[in-house]
């Protein structure tokens, strides 16, 4: 897969000489959340949806809310997981792509990335997804990828999850038929098990346990 082959020119940039009309009435026909403006091929900046429709004077020209502009864009050589970064950071759904020579040569659409990151075998549902915690001063990435792929699994991905001042909670994909081993071993190694799975010996005789103790206390 090849991200660039997703960078798109449907929505034509404006420039600072458009009217706030001109950039009213595209956001009126495109769902998108921010316009950019080029001039001479290169990016200015973007104009929020939300500034241009606070502006009451449609006839004046872009040029005179360069204040409003917002910075922001990317390049040809980033990647799937940065991009999705840049969209969360600036609440937007589209992304100014720059080439090597800082020429505007199209956007990024949200929608099309989120459908190629769901694609991809990280998040494909017949995976396997395992969530664990550990304290920082343990943790290893090396250790979960150890961990993953001495049971014979097969390790798709991870990330950092969530992090606190003294533990981190790690989110793994992976492809496996023998869960149960694994979630076992991450204990072995005091990992703390997040998520919940049906073939989780450790559960189920925790369980047995419970029944058997309210059992008792019913006698």
Known sequence: MNINDYILKEIKALS??????????LCKDLPITHIPIVVNNKLIGCFAEDDIQTIEN?????????????????????TLLELITLFAENDCNIIPVLDEDQNYIG??????????????????QDNETLIVAKTKSDFSMSQVSQIVESNKAKLLGLYVSKESADDVEITIKLSSEEMNEIIQTFRRYDYNVISQHEDDSYLEELKDRANYLRKYLDM
């Open 16 to 25: 600072l000489e458009d009217s706030v009309f001109n950039a009213h009435d």
């Open 107 to 124: 956007y990024y659409d949200l929608r099309d990335i989120l459908d190629v990151f769901t694609d991809s075998p990280f998040m494909h």
């Open 58 to 78: 449609k006839d004046v020209v872009l040029s005179e809310y360069t204040h409003l502009l917002q910075q922001f864009h990317t390049n040809t050589k980033t």
